[in-house]
């Protein structure tokens, strides 16, 4: 299987650096990154995407718009929401989202928040020491 390509769309680009050290450190996922959803389109190219991490607060006052545009974008893929406001879970479902990811997060434990959240079952654990 090839690796996981993860969209990742924050505005804070030191969030997005954080996730793409720790991709780098526990799996063989690419990381795509994008400062909005309006650029999530040119970020991702013409590659398939496995999965959004969306910051709330970059979503605007539409998340559900923003949710929508997203999955248009990616061919479905799903969406996890990365934020610091975190929603019930009655909110995610009316989103659409897959689930969500709480900021400040668990940097090593992100891969396997993500799997979890998508039943990945191929990914067990750091692929390096």
């Known amino acids: 299987m090839s690796a996981r390509r993860i ?3 924050d505005d804070q680009p030191e969030v997005v650096d ?5 991709f780098e450190v526990t799996t063989d996922w690419v990381i795509v990154a994008s ?10 190219g013409d590659a398939a995407i496995d999965a959004s991490l969306l910051d709330l607060s970059v ?11 997203l999955g248009r974008l990616t061919a479905a893929a799903p969406v996890i929401l990365l ?6 879970d009655h909110e995610l479902r009316d989103l659409g989202v897959a689930g969500m990811i709480s900021k400040p997060f668990d940097p090593m434990r992100l ?15 750091p692929t390096r020491p």
């Open 7 to 9: 969209l990742v769309i």
């Open 18 to 22: 954080v996730v793409r050290v720790a």
């Open 35 to 44: 400062l909005s959803v309006d650029d999530a389109a040119a970020a991702a």
């Open 59 to 69: 979503a605007g006052r539409d998340p559900r718009a923003a949710v929508t545009r």
């Open 83 to 88: 934020t610091a406001a975190p929603l019930a």
């Open 111 to 125: 891969a396997a928040d993500i799997s979890a959240l998508l039943s990945w079952t191929e990914w067990s654990g």
